[in-house]
C-alpha cells in the first residue's frame, strides 16, 4: 500500500509489515508479532504529543506527559521521575507550586493510603519497611518499619498513631519488634505502647538503666547514668 512514496505499508523479508510516512520507516510489526516503534516518536492520544509516551533508544529512556507537559520519566538507571525529568535515586517526587502558594507550609508529595470494605479499626493501617537480606541471611526479610495505624473505634473517638520498629541482632528471620510510638495524645513511649506522659521510658528488667547521659570520657558504664 503506498501514497505517492510519501506513506506507505511495506512487506518485506523476515519482517513482514512497516509503516513509512515522508519517506522514513516509523513502526514495524516483526515475524514475532512484536511492535517496533522508531526512537524518539510519540505514542499520543489526541493532540500530538499532549499526552504521549515517549521512548528513546538515544538516551534509553521512557517519558510520559500529559497536558504538554513532562508527568514522569524512566531513565536509562531505571530511576523514576514524577515532576522531574532528572532523577537522581530510585524514586524522585517534585511538584513546582504556583507563585500564589505560601511559603512557610509544607507540600504534600505523598500519600499512604489503605481502604477496609467496612470501616478500619484500632491497629489498621499502612506501612513504609525495609526489606532486604543481611549478612547472614541471604533471604530478604523484614529489618525496620514504621507503622500508621487508627486507635479507636467510632467516629468520635478517632485518632491515628506511629510506631517503629526494628529488628534485634539475629541470625534468622525474626520479625522486628516494636520499640516506640508516638501516641495520638502526643505522648511518646519508648518501650511501651501506652504512655501515660509525654516521654515515657519502660524496660521490662529493673536491672537496665532507664536513660543513660554520656560524652567521651564520663557515664560510659554499665550503671553510669
Known amino acids: 500500500v503506498e501514497d505517492t512514496g510519501q506513506a506507505d505499508v511495506r512487506q518485506y523479508g523476515a519482517y513482514p509489515l512497516a509503516f513509512w510516512t515522508n519517506n522514513t520507516e516509523r513502526m514495524r510489526i516483526d515475524s514475532s508479532g512484536n511492535?517496533?516503534?522508531?526512537?524518539?516518536?510519540?505514542?499520543?492520544?489526541?493532540?500530538?504529543?499532549?499526552?504521549?509516551?515517549e521512548g528513546s533508544t538515544v538516551s534509553n529512556k521512557l517519558q510520559f506527559r500529559t497536558n504538554s507537559t513532562d508527568a514522569m520519566i524512566i531513565d536509562s538507571s531505571q530511576n523514576v521521575g514524577i515532576g522531574t525529568t532528572l532523577p537522581l535515586v530510585r524514586l524522585q517526587l517534585e511538584r513546582t507550586v504556583s507563585a500564589g502558594t505560601s511559603r512557610t507550609a509544607p507540600v504534600n508529595l505523598l500519600y499512604l493510603t489503605s481502604d477496609h470494605p467496612t470501616v478500619g479499626y484500632t491497629?489498621?493501617?499502612?506501612?513504609?519497611?525495609?526489606?532486604?537480606?543481611?549478612?547472614?541471611?541471604?533471604?530478604?526479610?523484614?529489618?525496620?518499619?514504621?507503622?500508621?495505624?487508627?486507635?479507636?473505634?467510632?467516629?468520635s473517638t478517632a485518632g491515628s498513631t506511629i510506631d517503629f520498629y526494628t529488628k534485634t541482632l539475629s541470625t534468622g528471620s525474626v520479625a522486628p519488634e516494636f520499640?516506640?510510638?508516638?501516641?495520638?495524645?502526643?505522648?511518646?513511649?519508648?518501650?511501651?505502647?501506652?504512655?501515660?506522659?509525654?516521654?515515657?521510658?519502660?524496660?521490662?528488667?529493673?536491672?537496665?538503666?532507664?536513660?543513660?547521659?554520656?560524652?567521651?570520657?564520663?557515664?560510659?558504664?554499665?550503671?553510669?547514668?
Open 179 to 225: 520499640r516506640m510510638r508516638i501516641n495520638y495524645n502526643g505522648n511518646v513511649g519508648i518501650g511501651t505502647a501506652s504512655p501515660a506522659r509525654k516521654l515515657c521510658l519502660y524496660e521490662d528488667s529493673s536491672a537496665q538503666t532507664q536513660i543513660q547521659f554520656q560524652n567521651s570520657t564520663t557515664g560510659i558504664g554499665a550503671n553510669d547514668g
Open 35 to 53: 511492535v517496533l516503534i522508531n526512537s524518539g516518536v510519540y505514542l499520543s492520544w489526541g493532540t500530538n504529543g499532549a499526552s504521549s509516551i
Open 123 to 155: 491497629g489498621f493501617g499502612t506501612a513504609i519497611t525495609h526489606y532486604a537480606r543481611t549478612y547472614q541471611n541471604s533471604t530478604k526479610t523484614e529489618q525496620s518499619k514504621i507503622v500508621f495505624t487508627e486507635q479507636g473505634d467510632s467516629v
